[in-house]
């Protein structure tokens, strides 16, 4: 009896271990080929005014609504909703990872097949220009 108890969670163990393997497999195969590898460490079209202003119409367009008009996550509709996108700190690639994939558990939908990585890079533009303290785009 104490034989196929343990043999049991032996086996109970060894599909956790594998589950998680193929978690951590995941998160690390996704993470280095969108963030580090697709694009480029720092926006191209940084401080360019022509992609400052595009950036901003696309941002009062599709952001405004839950990030706000002063980029705070204070929305007009409802109040403190999303974050602030003027304290951005995690670098341009991951901008473009997190706009194109969004986190749909937490409300923020995902903008691929909406938005070309050119609008994306363009909107990160006009955001750098918004940066307070602790802000970091490369
Ligand atoms: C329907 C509402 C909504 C719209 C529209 C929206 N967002 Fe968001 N966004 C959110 C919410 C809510 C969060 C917070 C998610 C979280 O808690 O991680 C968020 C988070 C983010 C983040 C992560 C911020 C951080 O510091 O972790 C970025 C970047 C972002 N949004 C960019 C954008 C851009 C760019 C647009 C326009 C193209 C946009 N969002 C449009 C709701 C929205």
Redo the contacts with the bound molecule.
């Keep these: 009896m104490p034989h196929t108890c343990i043999s049991r969670l032996n086996r109970a163990a060894a599909v956790i271990v594998a589950a998680l393997a193929l978690l951590i497999a995941a998160g690390t195969h996704s993470r280095s080929v969108l963030a580090d590898d697709a694009y480029p460490k720092v926006n191209p079209l940084s401080g360019k005014p022509d992609a400052i202003k595009a950036g901003r119409d696309l ?1 009062w367009k ?2 405004v ?3 706000g008009k002063h980029a705070d996550g204070v929305s007009t509709r409802w109040g403190g ?3 602030d ?1 003027r ?2 700190r995690y670098g341009y690639p991951e ?1 473009i990872v ?2 194109l994939n969004g ?1 749909p558990k ?4 995902p ?1 691929g097949g909406y ?1 070309e990585e050119e609008e994306i890079a363009e ?1 990160a533009a006009f955001l750098e220009t918004l940066a307070i303290e602790g802000a970091r785009w490369q």
Excluded: D
């Design positions: 941002y599709f952001c609504q839950c990030h909703y999303a974050k996108l304290k951005w901008f997190v706009v986190r937490k409300r923020m939908p903008w938005l909107i």
